[in-house]
C-alpha cells in the first residue's frame, strides 16, 4: 500500500526560550537596537543575513576621514551582539570619496562573505573577504584580489552562494570605454574555480545572480546595445547551461537605471521583476518566470505592472506577491497584488497602509503560511519617518496595516531583512539633527511558518511543525491527499506525557492544527503525529 504521508526532514526543530532567559531586544519602538553611533562618521548601506544555526551577521559601511570601511556585527537570534561593540572592522582599505557599493552573504557554514572595490594600486578592484563567526579574517586581513592591475576597474560586486558552500562573485568590469560583467568562483578555501572567470560580453554592468540547482546559477543582465534583459544558467563548471540565452525582455526598453529583482521560484529556475519605458514620459514594472530548463512560465511578455516590483514567492503554493508604490505629490499608497504559478492575476490590494504619505518606500515582502508581510518605510518628510509593516491574508485581505516596527525620530534608510519561523528581523540607518547615520536592528514577533525547499520526498506531502510567540500553541501543518484522521501526543524523554493527548479530523489538502501546550521548563520533549499507516517524531526544544 502507498504511503499517505511522508516527512519533509527526520526532525524539525522548534525552540522556545522560557522567561528566565533575558532577551537583548530593546521592546521600546521609540529607541530600538542601537548596533553602531555614527560618532564623527556617516554610516550607510546595511545589510543583512542569517546563519544556518539562527544567528545573524548585519554589515554596514562607515564613512570615516572620507572612506569607506567596511564593518560587521553578528548577532544571535535573541538580539545578544557576538562581535565587539560597535562592529568590527572588515576592510579599512582606501575606497576615498565614493563607492559602488559592496558584495554580501553568508555561507553554508555560517561565515559571511563581503566583497568591496577599493584603491590600493590606482585602479578600482575588488577584494573578498572571509570571516568567521569569532571575527577571524579567514582570507587574510587584506582580502583575496579578483582581478590584476591590467584588467580594468572592478566596480559593483554581487555575491552568493551555491548549496555546495562556494562562492559566486559578479562585478562591472570596466576596460577604457568597454563595460561588461565579470563572474569568479571561489572554492571554500579561497581557491579559484574554472581557472579563470566567465565575461558576460555585451552587458552593461547591470546584473544579478542566484544559485540554481547544488552548484550552478542563472545570471541576468542588461545588453547594452539592445536594451534588452537576457538570463542564462551556468553548470557548476561554469559553462553554459541552456542552448541559448533567454530573451527575458527583447523590446529594447528596459530602464538600465534600475537594477533588476532576481529571486529563487523555489525549483532552481527563478523570478525577476524590472522596470521598462512604456512611452517616452513614462516607466512601468514587468514580472517573468524562468523554469530550471530555460522556459518563460508567464506569457510571453511577462506580468504587466505599474512600477518596478518589489517580489516574493510563497514557494509551498508558488504564488507570486508584488508590490510598489504609486500616487502623486499630493499624497502615495502601497499596491500589492497576488498572481498564481503561471502568471494569472489573483488580486489586489491597495489598502495596505490606512493613510496616504509623502513617500513610501518598501523594505521588502515576507511570505507567511497563510499570506504575506510587507515592511515599508512611512514618510511624512524627509527627516521625519516610521518603519512599519502590515500583513494580508492568503484572499488579499488586510489583517493588521501600519503596524509600528519604530517610530525613533529621524529618517530611516534601506536596510536588510531576515525572517525566521517566529519573528522577522530588521536592520536600517537613521539620521536626524542629533544623531548621523546610527545603525539600528529590531525584531517583530509574528508567526511567519516553517520554510523547507527543494528537499520533498513528494511534493503533495510535507508535514510541518512550528510554534507562536506566545509559547503555548504547537502548530501542526499537514498536507495530505485523503481524509483521514491523526493523533497528536507530546512527552518527556523518559515517555511522560505532559501535555492532553488529541485527535483530529485530516482533510485532503493542507491542515493547519493548534496543539495546546503548557509553558514547560527546559528540556527535550517529543511529538509524536500517529496517522493509519505513519508515524512521526518532532523534536522540541526549550532553553
Not at 31 to 44: A, F, K, R, T
Not at 255 to 268: F, L, M, N, Q, R
Not at 460 to 480: F, P, R
Amino acid at each position: 500500500m502507498r504511503k499517505l504521508y511522508h516527512l519533509v526532514v527526520p526532525f524539525i526543530l522548534a525552540v522556545i526560550f522560557t522567561s528566565n532567559v533575558k532577551a537583548q531586544w530593546n521592546e521600546n519602538l521609540s529607541e530600538n537596537l542601537l548596533i553602531s553611533e555614527s560618532g564623527n562618521s556617516n554610516q550607510e548601506m546595511v545589510q543583512i543575513g542569517k546563519t544556518s544555526d539562527e544567528k545573524i551577521f548585519i554589515a554596514w559601511i562607515s564613512w570615516e576621514n572620507q572612506n569607506a570601511c567596511i564593518k560587521l556585527q553578528l548577532l544571535d537570534k535573541d538580539g545578544k551582539e557576538l562581535l565587539d561593540k560597535g562592529g568590527i572592522y572588515v576592510s579599512k582599505q582606501p575606497t576615498p570619496t565614493w563607492t559602488s557599493g559592496y558584495g554580501f552573504a553568508v555561507t553554508q557554514d555560517g561565515c559571511a562573505v563581503i566583497v568591496n572595490s577599493e584603491i590600493r594600486n590606482g585602479r578600482w578592484q575588488p577584494y573578498a573577504y572571509k570571516i568567521s563567526q569569532s571575527g577571524e579574517q579567514l582570507w587574510g586581513e587584506t582580502g583575496i584580489p579578483l582581478i590584476k592591475e591590467n584588467e580594468g576597474d572592478g566596480l559593483n560586486p554581487h555575491v552568493c552562494v551555491t548549496k555546495a558552500n562556494n562562492i559566486l562573485i559578479g562585478f562591472q568590469n570596466v576596460i577604457g570605454a568597454q563595460i561588461d560583467v565579470k563572474i569568479i568562483k571561489l572554492l571554500e578555501n579561497g581557491g579559484t574555480a574554472w581557472g579563470g572567470s566567465i565575461p558576460l560580453s555585451g552587458a552593461n554592468g547591470i546584473f544579478d545572480m542566484i544559485p540554481s540547482g547544488n552548484d550552478g546559477m542563472i545570471v541576468c543582465y542588461y545588453e547594452a546595445n539592445s536594451g534588452n534583459y537576457l538570463a542564462m544558467k551556468y553548470t557548476a563548471n561554469g559553462e553554459e547551461a541552456w542552448t541559448e540565452k533567454v530573451l527575458i525582455d527583447d523590446t529594447g526598453s528596459v530602464k538600465t537605471t534600475s537594477e533588476p529583482s532576481v529571486i529563487s521560484d523555489g525549483a532552481d529556475g527563478i523570478i525577476t521583476g524590472w522596470r521598462y519605458a512604456a512611452s517616452s514620459f513614462s516607466v512601468a514594472g514587468k514580472a517573468q518566470r524562468i523554469d530550471v530548463d530555460g522556459n518563460k512560465v508567464f506569457d510571453e511578455e511577462g506580468v504587466l505592472l505599474e512600477d518596478l516590483p518589489v517580489i516574493c514567492t510563497d514557494q509551498g503554493k508558488k504564488s507570486l506577491y508584488t508590490a510598489y508604490s504609486l500616487g502623486n505629490l499630493e499624497g502615495k499608497y502601497i499596491s500589492l497584488c497576488k498572481y498564481d504559478e503561471k502568471g494569472s492575476f489573483v488580486w489586489q490590494n491597495d489598502e495596505i497602509s490606512s493613510e496616504y504619505a509623502s513617500e513610501f518606500a518598501i523594505y521588502g515582502l515576507i511570505p507567511m503560511d497563510d499570506g504575506v508581510i510587507i515592511i515599508y518605510r512611512n514618510a511624512s518628510r524627509f527627516d521625519e519617518a516610521t518603519l512599519e509593516y502590515s500583513k494580508v491574508d492568503s484572499n488579499g485581505n488586510t489583517i493588521n496595516h501600519n503596524v509600528t516596527i519604530s517610530n525613533a525620530p529621524g529618517n530611516k534608510g534601506r536596510g536588510g531583512l531576515v525572517s525566521f519561523p517566529d519573528q522577522f528581523i530588521i536592520a536600517w540607518t537613521s539620521a536626524s539633527e542629533a544623531k548621523d547615520g546610527n545603525i539600528y536592528v529590531q525584531n517583530i514577533k509574528e508567526k511567519i511558518g516553517s520554510f523547507i525547499e527543494n528537499n520533498y520526498v513528494d511534493k503533495q506531502e510535507s508535514l510541518l511543525v512550528y510554534t507562536d510567540h506566545t509559547q503555548k500553541i504547537l502548530w501542526i501543518n499537514l498536507h495530505a491527499n485523503q481524509t483521514t484522521q491523526a493523533s497528536i501526543h507530546m512527552t518527556d524523554l523518559q515517555g511522560k506525557s505532559v501535555a492532553n493527548p488529541e485527535t483530529i479530523d485530516i482533510v485532503k489538502g493542507n491542515n493547519e492544527y493548534p496543539f495546546s501546550i503548557n509553558r514547560l521548563p527546559a528540556g527535550i520533549y517529543l511529538v509524536t503525529v500517529q496517522t493509519k499507516n505513519e508515524r512521526f517524531y518532532s523534536k522540541l526544544i526549550i532553553k
